[in-house]
């Protein structure tokens, strides 16, 4: 799809693979100037070269999300290169499910520092770009990538699903100190989604179970969430979508 009016500064994380590239992809072929940010930096080139390819312009920033200073040197590099940025999507994320009885803490940690920390720290280093840009009554979008196990509880995913329920209440809270400097706060909920997230289990049993539900229930492409974000972020300055959940017809 294309979207209007995106000529845009934008940093994308999680830009490596799935919604992040797709959403990159969008952004920057509606006009977008867009900061690539995840681990893999041969990646972020790849993507940064076909962009340019496709005539857009992208940046390529590897960054661990996990990591203060990655972000603190990201975001300079960034402001450096762009200037301020009126665009934020957090898409970087892990999913390692296991059951509580094994006691992962170090799975436990890595998701908590990724999903919800590491969302934190990018919502930290480009909020006063974001406050700026609609002091210029310039639309202002921070769109948090959560997560429909935010709300439905399942078996394994106990820690995954409380990060996303955290980072479903950090968007709604954070509109009752943004949205009130007219920064639209997004939070998107999606339901399965073909992309690698599912490639980091360490649990047989729980990939083939997904395989399954990938059969049964089918899934969205990670274009239809950028899709969804393209939309969203086109809007009229006032007009903020701020809960979106969005699932293939046959999930419930
Ligand atoms: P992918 O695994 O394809 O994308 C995740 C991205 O996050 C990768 O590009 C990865 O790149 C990056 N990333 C992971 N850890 C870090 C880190 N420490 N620092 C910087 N970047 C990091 O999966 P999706 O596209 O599906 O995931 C995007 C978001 O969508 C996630 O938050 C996920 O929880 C959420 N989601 C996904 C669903 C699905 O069914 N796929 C459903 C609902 C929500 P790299 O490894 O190079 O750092």
Redesign the pocket.
């Known amino acids: 799809m294309s979207y209007d009016n995106l000529g845009r500064t934008a940093v994308v994380?999680?830009?490596?693979?799935?919604?992040?590239?797709a959403t990159a992809r969008l952004l920057a072929a509606n006009g977008a100037r867009v900061a690539l940010?995840?681990?893999?930096a041969d990646?972020l080139d790849e993507l940064a070269e076909s962009i340019a390819a496709a005539g857009g312009q992208a940046l390529a920033v590897p960054?661990?999300?996990?990591d203060g200073a990655s972000v603190d040197a990201a975001a300079d590099r960034i402001h450096h290169a762009y200037g301020p940025v009126d665009l934020v999507v957090n898409?970087?994320?892990?999913?390692l499910p296991n059951p509580v009885d094994d006691g992962r803490i170090d799975e436990w940690s890595r998701m908590i520092d990724?999903?919800l920390t590491?969302a934190l720290r990018i919502i930290r280093a480009f909020t006063a770009d974001l406050v700026a840009a609609a002091a210029e009554r310039r639309p202002a979008d921070l769109v948090n990538?959560?997560?429909?196990?935010a709300h439905v509880t399942f078996p394994q995913y106990a820690v995954y699903g409380a990060t996303?329920a955290a980072l479903t209440h950090l968007s709604a809270t954070l509109r009752t100190e943004l949205g009130t400097r007219d920064v639209r706060v997004t939070n998107i909920?999606?339901?399965?989604?073909r992309?690698?997230?599912d490639?980091h289990l360490d649990n047989p049993e729980l990939s083939s179970q997904l395989g399954d539900m990938y059969e049964a229930i089918g899934t969205l492409a990670?274009e239809d969430v950028a899709d969804l974000i393209g939309y969203v972020v086109s809007r009229p300055a006032h007009v903020n979508l701020r809960q979106v959940i969005v699932l293939p017809n046959r999930q419930v």
């Open positions: 994380t999680g830009a490596a693979s799935g919604m992040g590239e940010l995840a681990r893999r990646r960054v661990d999300v996990t898409s970087a994320g892990v999913m990724t999903n590491g990538i959560s997560s429909n196990g996303k909920e999606p339901g399965l989604t992309t690698e997230l490639q990670p």
